[in-house]
């Protein structure tokens, strides 16, 4: 069993910059494929960055593209999320994810292809 804990949200104003970290406990962190998803008001949960379990490869949507990094430290077993230049179209509830069946990346970067999430946390960005 994988527990997730995220921390770093927050409200902070167009243009600022925030880190997400998700620290990660129970199973084989360095073997496993994570990912961020974020889910807005009324809206669907949604891929935002993925990274592959050696971290040589990431994966980021076209909404956030050139803006957030996401990275990892297997010794810290912690996943980050850099989100810069943040706009108000990122207010979101933020989740960290984790695939454990293999180390593949999946074509499919949605939520059935993670096994594991956290709680959360908010950001919220203001014009």
């Known amino acids: 069993q994988v527990q997730l804990v995220e921390s770093g949200g927050g409200l902070v104003q167009a243009g600022d910059a925030l880190r997400l970290s998700c620290a990660a406990s129970g199973g084989t962190f360095s073997r496993y494929v994570l990912a961020w998803f974020r889910q807005g008001p009324g809206k669907e949960r949604e891929f935002v960055a993925a990274i592959s379990w050696r971290g040589l490869r990431t994966y980021y949507s076209d909404a956030i593209q050139g803006r957030f990094t996401i990275s990892r430290d297997n010794a810290k077993n912690t996943v980050y999320l850099q989100m810069n230049d943040l706009k108000p179209e990122d207010t979101a509830d933020y989740y960290c994810?984790?695939?454990?069946?293999?180390?593949?990346?999946?074509?499919?970067?949605?939520?059935?292809?993670?096994?594991?999430w956290g709680q959360g946390t908010q950001v919220t960005v203001s014009s």
């Open positions: 994810a984790v695939r454990d069946r293999n180390t593949i990346v999946p074509q499919n970067l949605d939520p059935s292809a993670f096994d594991y």
